[in-house]
């Protein structure tokens, strides 16, 4: 994480330093001064990006960071490469640390927030919980046959977020979208084919049934899930 961020400052400097002589051979003073100064903001450009991507877990001296960046280019540095490779490895451990402490409080606050909200959900009229631990309520039933797990189908939905943040709604980019069912969540595979065409329902998903441990997108790791869902055709995939 750390290392993918300096190689950046690497390739900057290392920039400054092949550019000397070229500097001393060909170019006027002022073409020297502000060359200069651009790279020096463009190393300071990437020495803030590491500084607020790390801000919530690390808070660097920057008068430190400075005065190594002075000393290297002095060469008067006072740690050698092995003394470096080793504090920036402490470093990298002890924000990783922080990061896997940060997300595991976040990780049980998703779950505690989707326990609760599906225990409440499961009360109302109409919802029932299948063996998987899948809420639904079957607003309509829909006609006809209903759709297998290789069929396509055409579906128009909305995703929530337990505190009701839309992550994703066909409806509201103005038209349905078709997928292969069995390339669905868990949970979608399940609750799709207990409709037929034109059915419609809403489900509460469980994090087992979505996206289990891994964040998608808007998505938190471990995240309780609401859809509702309408299906509005569905035909067998192509071979």
């Known amino acids: 994480m750390l290392k993918t961020k300096l190689s950046v400052l690497a390739f900057a400097t290392s ?3 092949l550019s000397q002589a070229t500097f001393a051979k060909d170019a006027d003073s002022k073409f020297i001064d502000e ?3 651009a790279v020096g903001v463009l190393m300071g450009k990437n020495i803030e990006g590491v500084i607020e991507s ?3 877990i690390f808070s660097y001296d920057q008068d430190r960071i400075l005065a190594g960046v002075q000393d290297t280019i002095k060469k008067t540095g006072k740690l050698t490469d092995e003394d470096l490779q080793k504090q920036l490895q402490a470093l990298d451990n002890y924000l990783q640390e922080k990061e896997a402490a940060i997300k595991a409080e976040k990780d049980k606050t ?3 927030e989707g326990n609760k909200f599906r225990a409440n959900y499961e009360k109302q009229d109409g919802v029932k919980k299948s063996a998987s631990g899948l809420l639904y309520k079957i607003e309509k039933a829909g006609e006809g046959n209903s759709p297998k797990a290789e069929d396509i189908v055409k579906v128009h939905y909305k995703g929530t977020l337990t505190d009701g943040t839309v992550f994703d709604s066909s409806y509201d980019r103005g038209e349905p979208i078709e997928f292969q069912l069995n390339q669905l969540i868990p949970a979608w ?3 799709i084919p207990m409709l037929k065409k034109g059915g419609k329902m809403e489900i509460v998903v469980p994090p087992q049934l979505g996206y289990g441990d891994r964040q998608a997108g ?3 790791a ?3 899930l609401k ?3 309408e299906l509005l055709d569905f035909k067998p995939a192509s071979k």
């Open 15 to 17: 920039a400054l330093f």
């Open 35 to 37: 060359s200069s100064y």
């Open 54 to 56: 790390q801000k919530d």
């Open 110 to 112: 998703t779950i505690e």
């Open 189 to 191: 595979i399940e609750a």
């Open 218 to 220: 808007k998505i938190p």
């Open 222 to 224: 471990n995240a309780t």
């Open 227 to 229: 859809f509702e869902i």
